[in-house]
């Protein structure tokens, strides 16, 4: 089966720097997303990584290690709007029939 | 270009009653998602479509939910009867055939089902 860990709860100060972890156990890997949900919102897509390293995309960075099956999120310069929940997912398969099994999710309280 | 559309938003049903949630997704895109999103839990798959045809429905309680896209478009999903484990998000999801390196999924603001 397929399994994907997160911490529940992560809270930083606004302009701070945070980490979300993700550690995953799938078969048939392919790349690694994060997405962004915010309360009774729709997930948004934040970043992928199909290759190890780090991928930046403004404020946000995702790294991958595909030898530990493990990623992070690392958010910087953060703000109020960024109090959300964050999910990794797997994408298993890669050509058209790939599917996305998502983690349990951290959700980030930025206080002032 | 218009997002995901799903309709109702909310929803509220005795238990052993029936609903029905309806998705439309992005123009073109063959790949069509339903997933399952309980309070304070990650999306859980239920049921993928490429086009008009299943191509995984694995983790579908198919004695009580069902679901359909009979032309390759818009999607129907059934829960019947509901229980009140039933109580969610039914999240609708879409990308196009053709896979863009990423794997993007692009969500509806989700169906959320009060099961009493």
């Known amino acids: 089966g397929q399994s994907l860990e997160q911490p529940s709860e992560v809270t930083a100060v606004e302009g701070a720097i945070v980490q979300i972890n993700c550690t995953y156990q799938t078969s048939g890997f392919y790349g690694l997303s994060w997405y962004q949900q915010h309360d009774g919102g729709a997930p948004t897509f934040l970043s992928y990584n199909a290759l190890d390293g780090l991928e930046e995309t403004g404020r946000f960075s995702s790294f991958l290690s595909r030898s530990d099956s493990y990623g992070y999120l690392l958010l910087q310069e953060l703000q109020m709007k960024d109090s959300a929940s964050y999910f990794c997912?797997?994408?298993?398969?890669?050509?058209?029939?790939?599917?996305?099994?998502f983690g349990t999710g951290t959700l980030l309280a930025v206080q002032p | 270009e218009a997002g995901v559309a799903q309709s109702p938003r909310y929803k509220i049903i005795e238990k052993r009653q029936s609903v029905a949630f309806w998705c439309n997704p992005i123009s073109g895109h063959a790949t069509l998602y339903w997933y399952q999103q309980i309070l304070g839990q990650g999306p859980k798959l239920l049921i993928q479509?490429?086009?008009?045809?299943?191509?995984?429905d694995s983790q579908l309680p198919k004695d009580r939910f069902s679901a359909e896209r009979l032309k390759g478009v818009d999607s129907t999903l059934k829960i019947q009867p509901a229980k009140l484990e039933d109580s969610a998000v039914y999240l609708c999801?879409?990308?196009?055939?053709?896979?863009?390196?990423?794997?993007?999924?692009?969500f509806g603001e989700g169906s959320r089902l009060t099961v009493l």
């Open positions: 997912a797997v994408t298993l398969g890669g050509g058209a029939t790939n599917k996305l099994i």
């Open positions: 999801a879409s990308r196009p055939l053709t896979f863009s390196g990423t794997g993007e999924l692009f």
């Open positions: 479509f490429q086009n008009n045809g299943v191509v995984d």
